[in-house]
């Protein structure tokens, strides 16, 4: 299996949904932002988190592609804006001393 950083960069999105979650990911605060977007109770570590936020957004993702009128542009712009802060949260960690 590919790791998550690989599996991240290989995503294909619309250019501008990309720029406004990259946008959005400046300010992001993982207790405010994941908890809202994973629903309450004990955050997991950004690995787990990443991973269960890959699985909702390849789902919004499916249903944007399928022009299905329950997708929402809001959600799945506050699952890409959480998938890059939790991306960051994990390079960080790979990267710090131990």
Known sequence: MQDL????????????????????AQDYNR???????????????PAAALMRLMELERGLDDQRKQEDAGYSLTRH????????GEAQLLAASRTAPE
């Open 77 to 84: 712009l506050d699952l890409l804006i959480a998938m890059m």
């Open 31 to 45: 207790d405010r932002h994941l908890q809202r977007v994973l629903g309450y109770g004990a955050l997991p570590r």
């Open 5 to 24: 950083m690989t599996m991240l960069s290989t995503l294909r999105r619309p250019r501008l949904l990309i720029r406004a979650a990259r946008f959005g």
